[in-house]
């Protein structure tokens, strides 16, 4: 979702010169999709081996929305998490894993791949996440990119990663059918998953997506079939601004002059810069 700020005394970037960071961000942030995911369980593993130098668990899961909230969290950013001590300088960083989950104690032997934790939403988290910070001699190091003085993101790369992931300034989070317009919050929370619904419940059938990265100037295409074929919402327009988290929608009303139909909805969503198609998907729900 986010990654280390690589110019943190001017405009924020990230290593693939996109803007998927902020001010002073100092790790890579690996999101989940929702909390039932994160009730489930999407544990978190040591990325090296070393020693654990400091713990920390007790504190709730929440998402914090607001500078009230914010103010509550101030002083345990990080939530509940890791510290590991790699030796010859190098140290890691886990920070808002999920409350009681934490599964090692100051002091102990971490090997590669041991379970650290849950991911979970506790700290300074408005979505549930791992945030991942990695320092040498005290001073952050993207994995990405690895040791340089150099600021910005035109540097060469010489990456940590066992395996380096895919750079995706742009992707995915969910998509579905609501009876409502979602709340970014509400997505979060996992709300609005189910695949079918009696139309008697039904107010409105809302498809909604929920996507990261959007930046200015792209367009997204929203269709919206009825089980009798018909184009009930045929819709594309360009976006106004670049959002890290976006959800956007479009539906149709259940009226008694308008009904739904019963049977199988289609939604299908496009997400295009300039001629590339970044996000395609199409998703059914059934009015019973």
């Not at 150099?150 to 940590?160: A, N």
């Amino acid at each position: 979702m986010h990654y280390v700020d690589l110019d943190p005394d001017h405009e924020a970037v990230d290593f693939g010169c996109g803007r998927q960071t902020y001010h002073h961000h100092d790790g890579t942030d690996f999101g989940i999709a929702d909390r039932v995911s994160m009730k489930r369980g999407v544990p978190v593993l040591a990325a090296a081996s070393g020693t654990v130098l400091r713990v920390r668990d007790g504190v709730v899961d929440r998402m914090i929305a607001d500078q009230t909230q914010r103010a509550d969290v101030d002083h345990i950013g990080c939530g509940n998490g890791v510290v590991i001590d790699h030796g010859s300088g190098w140290q890691t960083q886990y920070c808002h894993l999920r409350n009681g989950s934490i599964a090692v104690q100051r002091g102990n032997k971490a090997e590669k791949g041991r379970v650290l934790g849950m991911v979970g939403s506790s700290g300074l988290a408005s979505f549930p996440h791992v945030h991942f910070a990695v320092r040498y001699l005290g001073k952050v190091v993207d994995p990405f990119v690895g040791i340089t003085d150099v600021p910005g993101c035109h540097v060469s790369r010489h990456p940590l990663w066992g395996q380096s992931p895919d750079y995706t300034p742009t992707g995915l989070i969910r998509a579905g059918f609501a009876p409502k317009p979602p709340a970014q919050t509400e997505l979060w929370q996992g709300e609005f998953s189910a695949s079918k619904a009696d139309l008697s419940s039904l107010p409105a059938l809302v498809f909604w997506v929920h996507v990261f990265g959007v930046l200015k100037g792209d367009k997204e295409h929203f269709t919206l079939i009825a089980p009798n074929e018909r184009v009930m919402v045929d819709k594309e327009k360009p976006m106004m601004k670049r959002n890290k988290s976006w959800v956007s929608y479009v539906g149709k009303g259940n009226t008694i002059d308008h009904p739904l139909y019963k049977g199988s909805w289609r939604g299908i969503y496009q997400l295009r810069r300039g001629e590339r198609t970044l996000i395609n998907l199409e998703r059914i729900f059934l009015v019973e």
